[in-house]
Structures are given as structure tokens and as C-alpha cells.
Nanobody
């Protein structure tokens, strides 16, 4: 399984970005895909996830109300729509794929940088 994240960039506070994560390879066993982020000097944190089959979503408190996660099963892509961005959202965003409901993410993308200027 390979994951390719894209869509990061530089945006002003209050702006929006949409991240994409395209999966390839043997993805038939995918249970869930998620987005994580890591800011400089901080630990990686969960942002959002979505189950592959049912589309059930889970959001972190920091993402609720501002971010939306969605998927397009036909093209094996997961999206993270980020609105009302804040400088504290600045981080490298990673997508990941889990094979089971225990959210054990076995595959990770390379990360895409999101920078929000004040």
C-alpha cells in the first residue's frame, strides 16, 4: 500500500485548504484512513479519520466545526477540507491507513506541509 498526500501550502489565517490522500496498491483490506499532524517540537496528533466502508467519521476536538473528512471510494482518495485555519494549525499533515477497527495505522504517507500565517 502506498499513500500520497498533497494539497498543503501557505495560507493566511481564516483561509482554507483541502488535503488529498491517494491510496494505491492492495487497499482492499483498508478499514479506516486518518489524518494526523505534527508541529515543530510537538508530538504527532490525531486530526480526523473515516472508515472505508461506511464513511463514519471521527474528529479531534481541534478539528470539529472547522475540518471535514471525506472519501471517494472510486478513486481511493480521502480528503481533509480545512476551513477557518489558524496559525496553530501549522504542521506537517500525514495520512495513514488502518487495517482494523483498533486504529492501528500500518501505512503512512510522506506528509504535506501546511503553514498558516497570522
Amino acid at each position: 500500500v502506498q499513500l500520497q498526500a498533497s494539497g498543503g501550502g501557505l495560507v493566511q489565517s481564516g483561509g482554507s485548504l483541502r488535503l488529498s490522500c491517494a491510496a494505491s496498491g492492495r487497499t482492499s483490506s483498508s478499514y479506516m484512513m486518518g489524518w494526523f499532524r505534527q508541529a515543530p517540537g510537538k508530538e504527532r496528533e490525531f486530526v480526523a479519520s473515516i472508515t472505508t466502508r461506511d464513511g463514519n467519521t471521527y474528529m479531534s476536538d481541534s478539528a470539529k466545526g472547522r475540518f471535514t473528512i471525506s472519501r471517494d471510494v472510486a478513486v481511493k482518495t480521502v480528503y481533509l477540507q480545512m476551513n477557518s485555519l489558524k496559525p496553530e494549525d501549522t504542521a506537517v499533515y500525514y495520512c495513514a491507513l488502518a487495517l482494523n477497527s483498533r486504529a492501528q495505522y500500518a501505512y503512512w504517507g510522506q506528509g504535506t506541509q501546511v503553514t498558516v500565517s497570522s
